[in-house]
């Protein structure tokens, strides 16, 4: 519960920080806190619930961790269009206490995990920290900066190395490590990882791309853009309870192949789009992806947790967690590596086709030019504007072919490791499918 209260608190003095100092401290408690939230939750639910209703559980919870980082700009950019920017963080406050009297009245340790004397890993939190930050700001600034051609940003890499190199070394001997690590020795919990982790890169991946591409390449603003981006967390919304109440009938595996694949399909499909797309041809992919998203999430969940022993749960689901969080990050850090390059390199292709002696080049440059002179500038002026106006057409042209690989890229990455979902051992509370010989 204290996570709750300092989670609600901070948001609280965020929404009345004084100053932009004071609003990153509490945002980093705000992340300290709000950020055992979600592996805390989940392992919460799966110790809950027998192992026979926990798809269903998972498929409720799920909603949630899908569903509202979708829709979250949304609203997000209501309450900063109509009301204040504060309001992003005030709209916590009342959940929080409802969190809060929830969990006081509901949830209660299991005895299990009521241990005294525990010696804290005071080095492992450090090392992992330390690892963890640093490698963090390498993804965040690494564009920006131009990766290895700077000095510090080549340091924080070398020192995130060396430091989650030295934390696994020290939580495989020391006998209290913050992460059990061993848990990885079980085959199905280290492919379960794996897929999420996939599944981080991919999802946060696209969730940049698409909206990058309705407002730098079509123009959309952003609330427009925001709302385009809904349908994603309809089909969430609808697919997660079903498969819930699909997943004690069906071997959870197919499920999470249907959703993998059905993935894999609607991104080619947004990876066949062109300039002249409309809503809807935005819309049905998006939605078809967010009911894959709803086939992936809850059974890669729970047949990943099914062989874990309730003690070590919420270990378990801390990494499982962090490594999807790390798939998001490096997705979200390739995508707009990729994006920037790509974009050049094929300016640079298409350019190179845009030649001064070609007459159907210099025909449209007339007409380009007509039409500035006709809004009133001379012909010096003209001719600069429409050489500019003909760079931005290439320069938006450059910009589709990157966005179309990038989806087709993503697309194929779910396409990819269907396989590795049967190295996964299947759940023993699942009912087959067919006769058992």
Request: some cysteine; hydrophobic content about 50%; overall charge positive.
């Amino acid at each position: 519960m204290s996570a709750v209260v300092g989670f609600t608190t901070a948001s609280f003095f965020c929404g009345f920080a004084p100053s932009l100092a004071w609003l990153v401290i509490f945002r980093i408690i705000q992340g300290l806190t709000g950020g055992v939230l979600q592996p805390l939750s989940q392992a919460v639910m799966l110790e809950a619930f027998p192992p026979a209703q926990q798809g269903k559980a998972m498929g409720v919870w799920g909603l949630g961790i899908v569903v509202a980082p979708m829709l979250g700009p949304v609203l997000g950019g209501w309450l900063t269009d109509n009301y204040s920017w504060r309001w992003i963080f005030y709209v916590n406050i009342p959940v929080g206490i409802v969190s809060i009297i929830m969990t006081k009245l509901y949830i209660f340790d299991p005895p299990y995990i009521r241990r005294s004397g525990t010696r804290v890993d005071k080095w492992g939190i450090g090392m992992l920290a330390v690892g963890i930050g640093t490698l963090q700001l390498v993804l965040d600034k690494g564009q920006q900066e131009d990766w290895f051609s700077s000095s510090w940003i080549t340091s924080l890499l070398i020192l995130s190395f060396v430091m989650l190199a030295l934390f696994i070394v020290h939580e495989l001997r020391t006998a209290d490590p913050v992460l059990h690590l061993r848990v990885f020795k079980n085959r199905t919990y280290s492919t379960g990882v794996f897929l999420m982790t996939t599944l981080g890169f991919v999802l946060y991946g696209s969730l940049v791309l698409l909206p990058l591409f309705l407002q730098t390449v079509l123009g959309y603003p952003a609330m427009a853009a925001g709302v385009a981006m809904a349908p994603r967390g309809l089909g969430s919304f609808i697919a997660m309870p079903l498969v819930g109440l699909l997943i004690a009938k069906f071997d959870p595996r197919k499920l999470l192949s249907f959703g993998l694949i059905g993935g894999a399909i609607s991104l080619f499909v947004l990876g066949s789009i062109n300039l002249q797309v409309g809503y809807w041809d935005i819309f049905w992919p998006q939605f078809f992806q967010g009911l894959s998203m709803g086939l992936i999430f809850v059974p890669l969940t729970t047949v990943t947790m099914s062989l874990i022993k309730k003690e070590e749960m919420g270990n378990a689901t801390s990494l499982f967690n962090l490594m999807r969080n790390l798939g998001g990050s490096v997705g979200i850090a390739v995508i707009a590596t990729t994006l920037s390059r790509t974009t050049q390199t094929q300016f640079n292709i298409l350019g190179s086709h845009v030649s001064g002696f070609d007459a159907n080049v210099r025909m449209l440059l007339d007409q380009i030019r007509g039409a500035f002179i006709a809004r009133g500038l001379d012909f010096t002026t003209a001719s600069r504007a429409a050489y500019v106006a003909l760079s931005g057409t290439v320069q938006r042209q450059a910009a589709m072919v990157a966005f179309v690989n990038l989806f087709r890229d993503l697309a194929l990455v779910f396409a990819i490791v269907v396989p590795l979902v049967f190295l996964m051992k299947r759940p023993r509370h699942t009912q087959p499918t067919g006769p058992v010989h």
